[in-house]
Structure formats: C-alpha cells, structure tokens
Nanobody
C-alpha cells in the first residue's frame, strides 16, 4: 500500500506559478506511473500529467502542455508539478495518484487505472 500526500496549492493571480508536491510513503518501490489529476464541481476528473519511474518518460494533456512540467525525485519518493502561466480555468482540486503496474503512454489518463490516491490540494487562480 502506498500513501500519497499533496502540498503546494494556494491562491495565485493569473499568469503566476505554483509548484505542487506529492510525497509517497509505504511501498514506494512498487510505484511506477505517478500521475496528476484535477477536479472541479462542474467537470469530470481530468488527467493532466504523468511520469514513469522506469524510464522517466512524461505525458501531458493538451490543456497543460507547454505550461506544466512534471518531475520526480526517486530518492525522496516525491513527484512535482511545476505550473506556470496559470489561467483561471486551472482552478481545481489537484490530486496525485499512482499504480505499480501502469505505464503512462500517449493515451489520455484514466482515473480507474490508478489504485492509490492522495486527498488533494486546492489551486485557485484569480482572473
């Protein structure tokens, strides 16, 4: 079992930046794909980025490509999401998730494929 804790959310003006962190504990060696999702009351959970432990490859949804960067520090069992040029529509609760067997490819992320989830961190962007 893997426990995930997100941090780094907050309130920022449009055009600003935030860096989210996701710290993993427990059976961290079993993690491969680490993903970031976001959710608003009006929309379904959206998979926005993912990184693979095995080869470091990354995936981004079109909505964040070129603005967000995912990275991981395996020694610290932590994954980061650097968010630049934030827009009002980026406002959401952001979650990290992982699965031991999943490999993120170019396909849209499916929340059902991820077995461990954090409790989320709120990101609010003022226009």
């Amino acid at each position: 079992q893997v426990q995930l804790v997100e941090s780094g959310g907050g309130l920022v003006q449009a055009g600003g930046s935030l860096r989210l962190s996701c710290a993993a504990s427990g059976r961290t060696l079993s993690t491969n794909a680490m993903g970031w999702f976001r959710k608003t009351p009006e929309k379904e959970r959206e998979g926005i980025s993912c990184i693979n432990r095995s080869d470091g490859s990354e995936y981004y949804a079109d909505s964040v490509k070129g603005r967000f960067t995912i990275s991981r520090e395996n020694g610290k069992n932590t994954v980061y999401l650097q968010m630049n040029s934030l827009k009002f529509e980026d406002t959401a609760v952001y979650y990290c998730a992982t699965d031991p067997d999943l490999y993120c490819s170019g396909d849209p992320l499916n929340p059902a494929d991820f077995t461990s989830w954090g409790s989320g961190t709120q990101v609010s962007v003022s226009s």
